[in-house]
């Protein structure tokens, strides 16, 4: 951290501490002017709409709300109890301790847990299913559901308390879920009711403002705390301080959308997952903004276009997107019914169908597909028949295969057809901020899909604040389609959220023709050895013979250990085969052959070393098979490896 850092974190310290000796007052809630109201920028059905929607998961997720059961990560029916227990982490059933919540250690399991695990249901996504339901049926059960919920947080949250109150990224989350809920759920007869939830609308609103993240921390958090005030801003214009609030809000979106988002659309985390979470935040701000009049500059409109175009461009025909990065599977809102926590409907095309709409994409409609809900409860009742008419044609751009300012690069054939290949390369920098906060070890790596099929994976990301070891691997050198020397990682991390020391990566050649794509990229993360070592790595796909080419090279002037590693997608049956691997999935081989004078093994499911997991979702992993091929080299070398791609 620079000294300046330094400094605002004492300062922040002692901030808290005054407020928790009692030096700085609590917020106390003017009276409201209800005559100041918003207009609604979530679309409730009216009767005749209600007719055309399929209100059987929405009812079923509701009851299931209701009854206090919940599926959070990977732990499904979970019984939070009638209320739920807002400050116990489900996972590990520790009670986290109402202590003053600026100065709770969040990060300490021993403490409260697995925090994302206790902070998920706090988010309330199950409050605007809830209330989704009230709206399809008018039926009271499910309006009382969510008072019940609602006024027992209150009870057991008490203002500042807590590991609810330790984190302002959560209170957005949190206020974004209740402006949706609100819409849906008005009028609201209990005046009492109303009451308590806009004082904790308040409450949350002046947390918010006094306790944005900063400097290193001044990543995706800043602008999830920005929209949460935002959108409170635009939903409860009830206060002379809310106009203040929600336009400071509202420039610190315009600002961090153009600072944490390349111009290419890469998110500078470099982590896809988070790619989607900001977008979805953007998107949020921009809908509530025009319905009340607050528009956006042509910048930021531009800006999520980006994000959505490098979405389209790295998702392949079956829709599936590489996981670089880390992800942590929390969600900004849930539109669609949640069927036991699994979407139908993935939020990176949920997304696209959102941009086809906003910006008349076509492109962006055939990779999104259908129509999902979601869009629906943005957009209005006029969606489906507009997103019909979109012609896919007429109204598609070329497909990007450059994303400079982000490092990701797009080599392919036969894009969006049945017979297409499509690689994702990674020389990008490690992440965002000083301290690269959710960036993998990955630089060189690529993944590889065929006919909308993935092949070579990048495996995930699996823990976040617990279980240190799993954390290190998936964030790891190993864990993604690189080489790696002398068993260390490109970059050294210092912590689950932090990095010593880290590779700096580019792109030196690019070239795309009709016949054949040629990548060439570098990256001096293993410049810090004693020896040191570049890497460059050469990757070259011949369209015509489907025939992808590796080449490594490796600087260096003593010996070193080398490995090179090949993770492949759980569904592929790998078999070794004369100088390499036959990788096979639903009538597509891969012929995969290593450089000559190395060992090679195959790994699944291994704890020892680890190798050969991926994870398809926070706190899951399952086994799948790993190739590792390793060898000493004594003298700058080259590396030849090929995949031949044909049908099985």
Not at 6 to 13: D, E, F, M, Q, T
Not at 351 to 372: E, H, Q, V
Not at 508 to 521: A, H, I, N, R, V
Not at 554 to 572: Q, R, W
Request: glycine residues 8%; hydrophobic residues 40%.
């Amino acid at each position: 951290m620079t000294p300046v850092e330094v400094a605002h974190r004492a300062l922040r310290a002692a901030q808290a501490h005054a407020e928790r000796s009692g030096l700085l007052r609590a917020p106390t809630m003017p009276a409201p002017d209800l005559a100041a109201a918003a207009k609604p920028w979530i679309h409730r059905p009216s009767v005749e709409e209600v007719g055309g929607i399929e209100t059987a998961p929405y009812l079923a997720a509701a009851e299931r709300i209701a009854e206090g059961r919940l599926d959070v990560f990977a732990l499904r029916e979970l019984e939070l109890g009638v209320p739920p227990r807002w400050n116990r982490d489900p996972k590990t059933g520790i009670e986290a301790p109402l202590a003053f919540g600026k100065l709770l250690d969040y990060r300490d399991p021993d403490l409260v847990g697995d925090i994302k695990y206790l902070w998920e249901p706090n988010r309330h996504l199950q409050l605007v299913t809830l209330a989704q339901a009230y709206a399809l049926t008018g039926d009271r059960h499910y309006f009382e559901a969510l008072a019940t919920q609602l006024d027992s947080w209150f009870i057991a949250c008490p203002y500042g308390r807590g590991p609810n109150w330790s984190s302002a990224l959560e209170a957005g989350m949190r206020l974004i879920n209740w402006s949706i809920a609100w819409q849906l759920v008005q009028p609201i007869a209990d005046e009492a009711f109303r009451n308590r939830w806009l004082r904790s609308v308040y409450e949350h609103a002046h947390f918010i403002r006094h306790w944005f993240s900063a400097h290193s921390s001044a990543n995706n958090h800043l602008i999830g705390e920005a929209a949460g005030l935002f959108i409170a801003g635009v939903t409860w214009p009830h206060w002379r301080e809310m106009a203040e609030w929600r336009a400071a809000a509202k420039k610190i979106l315009e600002r961090e959308a153009l600072a944490q988002n390349a111009p290419d659309g890469v998110n500078r985390e470099q982590a896809v997952w988070y790619q989607q979470f900001v977008l979805d935040m953007l998107v949020l701000c921009l809908l509530a903004g025009k319905a009340n009049g607050d528009w956006f500059s042509a910048d930021y409109e531009s800006r999520i276009e980006a994000m959505m175009d490098f979405i389209a461009s790295i998702m392949d025909r079956g829709g599936n997107v590489p996981m670089f990065g880390d992800a942590d599977d929390g969600h900004v809102v849930r539109l669609d019914p949640d069927r036991h926590g699994e979407s139908e409907f993935s939020p990176f095309r949920s997304a696209l169908a959102i941009g086809a709409l906003l910006f008349r994409r076509g492109d962006f409609k055939l990779k999104a597909g259908r129509l999902d809900d979601k869009a629906r409860w943005l957009l209005g009742a006029h969606t489906a028949a507009e997103y019909q008419a979109l012609d896919t044609e007429a109204t598609r751009l070329p497909q990007r295969q450059t994303f400079p300012e982000g490092g990701y690069y797009i080599l392919g054939a036969d894009f969006d057809t049945p017979n297409e290949v499509r690689a994702v390369v990674d020389a990008g920098p490690l992440g965002y901020t000083s301290i690269a906060a959710h960036g993998h070890a990955d630089a060189l790596s690529f993944t590889l899909s065929v006919s909308g099929r993935e092949f070579l994976i990048d495996p995930g990301t699996y823990a976040y604040h617990t279980q240190e070891r799993w954390r290190q691997y998936f964030r790891g050198t190993a864990a993604h389609n690189t080489l790696r020397i002398d068993g260390r990682d490109q970059s050294e991390q210092g912590g689950n959220f932090l990095w010593l020391q880290k590779a700096r990566a580019g792109c030196g050649l690019w070239l795309s023709s009709s016949e054949k794509d040629s990548f060439e990229g570098w990256h001096d993360g293993y410049a810090r050895l004693e020896d040191p070592v570049k890497h460059r790595r050469l990757i070259e796909l011949d369209k015509s013979t489907r025939r992808l080419l590796i080449e490594d090279s490796l600087e260096m002037a003593e010996g070193h250990e080398v490995e090179l590693f090949f993770h492949c997608a759980e569904d592929c049956r790998v078999d070794a085969v004369a100088e390499g691997y036959l990788i096979e999935r639903d009538g597509v081989a891969l012929r995969l052959v290593l450089p000559a004078n190395g060992a090679t093994e195959l790994y699944r499911g291994s704890l020892s070393p680890l190798l050969g997991w991926v994870s398809r979702g926070f706190d899951r992993r399952q086994p799948t098979s790993t190739i590792a091929w390793r060898a000493r080299l004594t003298a700058p070398a080259l590396l030849r490896t090929t995949i031949q791609i044909a049908q099985a």
